[in-house]
């Protein structure tokens, strides 16, 4: 017991006084480097101290003249102009910082991979900066660095290595085992629906319809689980431009201010990127924007105004109006008219052969304002494919499908895969756009009374509506990230698109 003693304790004195010599081997380094900037001039390799040129600010043109050589395709040089345009509205003078610069060719290159030319740019920014003349600074010379500090470096870098390679891995640990659960999950799904004495024909539907949906509910799972190896930070919004308080606002710059304070208003307080659908209950500005669009003729005049304000580039915001105002139309124009038409018709009965007078007609501004909203929700389907997408990083459990990108005849991107399951709706809403004509061009063929006329054409204006329930499912949170695959995105308090930032508790 009394060795067993001895030799732990000699064990730790040696550690101890490796430990020490360790400690007194950095002090001495790090104090004969400071006598060496005291004393005599530190020289780089044995060379004499090198006058390097720091670069200062390029330009839209200089970059886009150093582009030109280089073989791009019409793709690429439109992505390359949506980026200068985007950097112009952020960045208000022509002289650009060459960091900024290249962070920002940085962070969109991750957000369209496919069509903008990252090589092709950084290397004509390269070619721009080492052409600059500008002040001359002296290069950083090499400090000599102990033997501890470089072995600790490098431990350092193998931990943070290490720590991204088994997220990684258990990622695709889960996501295998989550894909096989989810395939056995289907199986079990269908053998739980279809019956034995069920039609063959109707047996196969259900199979191609659970084979059609699981591979979009994969994709939100694997999304889910990604962003539980992953971490997740708040958005960073740039901090508000400073005006001059010198400088008087002309009348246009005052109205263009006070329609922006509006627009920012509005926009938060419905569609915040820092609340939840609970805290935004709370909130009686939230309540009252959203019984305006329930309203019988205003709220019609404020999807308008609504459309004209929100951003129109984004792809979840253009499906999220699309959405509410088709459920808008469902609530107020299906169930709302229906019960208003029933009560309108119990009052004329009970008033005589009053029909013509209180019964439920449609006026002619009605109408006007009818087929306003049917070319609202065109407008938007139109706008659908023209909007952008933040970069994603899970992969379709399909494969690695490219997607559907085309140009029209002006040159713009189409991508007709945006809104998921929603783009498709738009044939729903063209055949049903094309029902309604017909019944509304029928009676007007057919019926001869101008009452009689406006009150088939309410019941008209009313099954329109009705029609609409295929959008519900979209307003519920789980289906909804199912079948569009948006990236979730919001308004901060000045009026900008951010990603929502969900809040842990």
């Known amino acids: 017991m009394q060795r067993q003693k001895w030799v732990l304790q000699v064990a730790w004195g040696a550690a101890a006084f490796s430990a020490s010599v360790a400690v007194f081997s950095l002090i001495m380094e790090t104090q004969k480097e400071d006598d060496d900037?005291?004393?005599?001039?530190?020289?780089?390799?044995?060379?004499?101290?090198?006058?390097?040129?720091?670069?200062?600010?390029?330009t839209i043109a200089s970059i886009n003249a150093a582009l030109n050589p280089m073989h791009l395709s019409f793709v690429q040089r439109a992505r390359v102009q949506s980026f200068w345009d985007e950097l112009s509205s952020s960045i208000p003078n022509d002289a650009i910082p060459v960091p900024v610069a290249a962070a920002q060719i940085q962070v969109y290159a991750q957000r369209y991979p496919e069509e903008f030319p990252l090589p092709q740019m950084t290397h004509a920014l390269s070619a721009i900066t080492s052409g600059i003349p500008a002040v001359s600074v002296p290069r950083p010379v090499s400090r000599?660095?102990?033997?501890?500090?470089?072995?600790?470096?490098?431990?350092?870098?193998?931990?943070?290595?290490?720590?991204?390679?088994?997220?990684?891995?258990?990622?695709?640990?889960?996501?295998?085992?989550?894909?096989?659960?989810?395939?056995?999950?289907?199986e079990r799904l269908k053998e739980a629906i279809k019956d034995k004495d069920m039609p063959e024909y109707l047996q196969t539907h259900i199979d191609v319809a659970v084979d059609q949906f699981l591979p979009d509910v994969k994709v939100e799972l694997f999304r889910k689980t990604k962003d539980l190896f992953t971490t997740t930070t708040a958005p960073v919004v740039p901090a508000n431009t400073p005006i001059d308080a010198v400088a008087p606002l002309t009348f246009i710059a005052t109205m263009y201010m006070l329609w922006d304070q509006a627009r920012a208003c509005i926009l938060y307080n419905l569609f915040p990127y820092d609340h939840s659908i609970w805290k935004s209950l709370k909130n009686p500005l939230w309540w009252a924007f959203n019984f305006v669009g329930l309203l019988p003729y205003v709220g019609q005049v404020w999807w308008c105004y609504l459309f004209l304000l929100k951003d129109k580039k984004d792809e979840h915001q253009l499906c999220?109006?699309?959405?509410?105002?088709?459920?808008?139309?469902?609530?107020?124009?299906?169930?709302?008219?229906?019960?208003?038409?029933?009560m309108r018709y119990i009052y004329c009965t009970m008033l005589g052969d009053t029909c013509d007078v209180y019964g439920p007609l449609l006026s002619p501004w009605n109408t006007l304002f009818f087929l306003g909203q049917i070319a609202l929700v065109w407008i938007a389907f139109f706008y659908l494919p023209y909007t952008e997408r933040p970069a994603t990083t899970v992969v379709s459990p399909r494969g690695a499908v490219r997607s559907s990108t085309y140009q029209d005849m002006f040159g713009n991107i189409l991508h007709m895969d945006r809104g998921g399951y929603l783009m498709k709706l738009c044939g729903y809403e063209t055949i049903t756009f094309c029902i309604t004509m017909a019944l509304a061009l029928a009676v007007n063929m057919a019926v001869t009374l101008t009452w009689q006329r406006q009150m088939l054409m309410f019941w008209i204006r009313t099954l329109y509506g009705l029609l609409s329930f295929p959008f519900l499912p979209f307003k519920i949170p789980v289906l909804e990230n199912v079948l569009m695959h948006t990236c979730r995105m919001g308004y901060d308090e000045r009026g900008r698109t951010v990603r929502v930032r969900v809040k842990m508790s």
């Open 37 to 58: 900037d005291e004393g005599t001039p530190l020289l780089t390799n044995g060379e004499e101290t090198q006058q390097a040129t720091a670069p200062a600010t390029v």
């Open 144 to 186: 000599r660095r102990s033997t501890l500090s470089l072995v600790g470096n490098k431990l350092f870098e193998m931990a943070v290595d290490t720590k991204g390679g088994m997220q990684d891995a258990m990622h695709r640990a889960v996501r295998r085992y989550l894909e096989r659960a989810l395939d056995l999950f289907a």
């Open 320 to 342: 999220q109006f699309i959405i509410g105002f088709k459920t808008t139309q469902f609530l107020t124009l299906g169930l709302g008219a229906t019960f208003l038409g029933i």
